[in-house]
Structures are given as structure tokens and as C-alpha cells.
């Protein structure tokens, strides 16, 4: 399989948000993971998946829905939040196989949630927050949103943006491109 001799996931999460602070007794949950492998050597993606998450501690706002398409109906019909993170281990192979965010939130998201209720984490240690990386590779200044890290590479923004299996897959794609660049850095 190349250089690398191993694959990445591209993962990014949409939670339950709010115009200003949650509800009493409401917290961000996750509510949907985007899954995307890539073959770093390759240089191409291999698979996207997505898996809708039941929150247990929070609901989803009007805001919410406007920003993800995510509705409380469809959550509703989601695994539990300790179900999505097995299915993460087992069906992708999480915890060996490194993985990258767009910034750190989908990371501290993540072990926040697990500490909070009692789930292993998933992942390994091997993270790369890819929103860094590109700045980096790009000798940019100031750290750019996805759709403009897109903008910047060229590269168009195929789907919905804040839906998280479209953004992972975005996301990957910009991995692709610091991949071209000699730019990504080696896990």
C-alpha cells in the first residue's frame, strides 16, 4: 500500500447547538459522525459512511436544524452515543488507525462526551487536526473555515456544509491536496 502502508479517517461530527447557551440542564451532544477512509498513498477516498447519533442529554434546536439539516425526529431514529463509538472501533478501526479533524473541536467533542458518560474513547492517539496542517502548508496567516480552506485549494464543496458525512468528505479531499503538496505530515 505504498509509503504510508496504512489508511486515515477524516472524521467530522456535528453536535447539538444553540443561538447562545444550551437549555437548563441540556449539553452539546454529538449527533452525527462523517466518516471518511482515505488511502493516503493512493491518494484517493475510499469510503464514506454516517452514523446518526440519539442524543440522551440535549434536543435539537430550530438553530440546529437550520445549520445541519439534523432534525430531532432523525436523531430520534439514531444509535446510542456508546453504540456509535463500538461501531467507530470495530467497523473502523479507530483505534489503530490514525485519524484527522478539521481544527480540535470534533476531538475534544469527543473527549468531553466519553468522559462525561462513561464511554471509551475510540480513537488512538495518532490525530491530526488538518485545519493546522493546510495553514501550515498553505503559509497562511490565519486559520480558514473549511469552505474557504476549499476556496483556497480550489477544490468545490460537494454537498451540504455542517452535515458531517459531507463534511468529512470535503475535509478529506483537503487532506488529498496537502497529500499532492508534499504537505501532510507524516503520522
Known amino acids: 500500500m505504498g509509503a ?4 486515515l479517517n477524516v472524521v467530522d461530527v456535528e453536535a447539538t447547538c444553540w443561538t447562545g447557551q444550551p437549555p437548563p440542564g441540556q449539553v452539546s451532544e454529538i449527533i452525527e459522525i462523517g466518516l471518511t477512509v482515505v488511502d493516503l498513498a493512493a491518494g ?5 459512511h454516517r452514523v446518526v447519533v440519539r442524543p440522551a442529554r440535549s434536543r435539537v434546536s430550530a438553530f440546529c436544524t437550520e445549520l445541519t439539516g439534523l432534525t430531532q425526529a ?7 452515543f456508546a453504540e456509535a463509538c463500538r461501531l467507530l472501533a470495530v467497523e473502523h478501526r479507530a483505534g489503530p488507525r490514525p485519524w484527522a479533524s478539521w481544527g480540535d473541536y470534533d476531538r ?4 468531553r462526551q466519553c468522559q462525561a458518560t462513561g464511554v471509551p474513547y475510540p480513537f488512538g492517539r495518532r490525530h ?3 485545519k ?7 503559509g497562511l496567516r490565519k486559520r480558514p473555515g473549511m469552505d474557504r480552506a476549499l476556496e483556497i485549494a480550489g477544490l468545490p464543496l460537494e454537498g451540504r456544509h455542517h452535515r458531517g458525512e459531507d463534511d468529512a468528505w470535503n475535509i478529506a479531499a483537503l ?13
Not at 432523525?74 to 446510542?80: I, L, N, P
Not at 487532506?175 to 503520522?187: C, I, K, M, T, Y
Open 4 to 7: 504510508t502502508g496504512e489508511l
Open 44 to 48: 484517493e477516498r475510499l469510503d464514506r
Open 74 to 80: 432523525e436523531v430520534d431514529r439514531g444509535v446510542s
Open 108 to 111: 475534544r467533542q469527543f473527549t
Open 128 to 130: 491530526t487536526n488538518a
Open 132 to 138: 493546522l496542517a493546510f495553514t501550515e502548508g498553505y
Open 175 to 187: 487532506v488529498l491536496d496537502l497529500v499532492g503538496r508534499g504537505a501532510w505530515p507524516a503520522s
